[in-house]
């Protein structure tokens, strides 16, 4: 699903952020992404969701490697691949559901069928009643809800997000993982970069440890929330959820 082949990664002609990194992630596959600050797990996951070039190596995601995508074909791998970056990127001169209407502009949907999609996943997150409010009026645990609404809107079979719980408290943090652990549970390919590993621990199954200079797979473990691997997608996900 997500396959890294001596990846090397640098800024401009700065030094190499990430060294030769190897590693290979399945469907359904959970991860966390940790290490300390600066290390370089935000620029591993906008490798993967095509944000960002690596300098060297290969990168494969969902069978394509993204350096031979052709530019047409780019779209594609942008619904496949769903991102919550660590700075939101919400827009707060529309309301919560013209936001995560706007990954669906480019797909061609009949207008009814767009609103649609985006009322569904605004309530798999829990935000149904909140559809109309601007999302500055929201909290920091529903504006990060509506992040991940948008970033599933087009049923990608990998999520990934950035930091989702930084400045939650415990609750809403809990909150946050419990969404991600579900679509993780209808076979969403799962990634998360996240500072709090006892907290992460509890829903991801695999952790990557980065630290300056040096990549670790601390391998396979049990999630103590359980995440089973069935194959699906973000579209499979029962409705109705508010947690
Ligand atoms: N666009 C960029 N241009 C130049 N350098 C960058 C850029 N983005 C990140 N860096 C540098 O790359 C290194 C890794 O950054 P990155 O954001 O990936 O770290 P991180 O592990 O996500 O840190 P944090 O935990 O603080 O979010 C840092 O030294 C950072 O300054
Ligand atoms: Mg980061």
Known sequence: MIEFQHVFKSYGHGRNILSDISFRVSAGEFVLVSGPSGA??????????GLEPCTRGTIQVNGQ???Q??????PYLRRAVGVILQDTHLL??????????????VTGLAPDQAQARARAALDKVGLSAHENANPIELSGGEQQRLAIARAIVNRPAILIADEPTANLDQATARR???????????????????????LLADYASRTFRIEPGRFSDLGEHHARSG???PSGHAGDLPTGRSA
């Open 69 to 74: 995508i052709p530019a047409r074909a780019r």
């Open 65 to 67: 490697r993204l350096d």
């Open 176 to 198: 946050i993982m419990s969404v991600f652990r579900d679509f993780n549970r209808v076979g969403v390919t799962t990634l998360i970069a996240s500072h709090d590993e006892p």
């Open 227 to 229: 995440s089973p691997k």
């Open 40 to 49: 370089g797990k935000s620029t591993l996951l906008k490798m993967i969701g």
């Open 92 to 105: 707060y001169d529309r309301s919560a559901i013209a936001n995560v209407l706007l990954p669906l502009a």
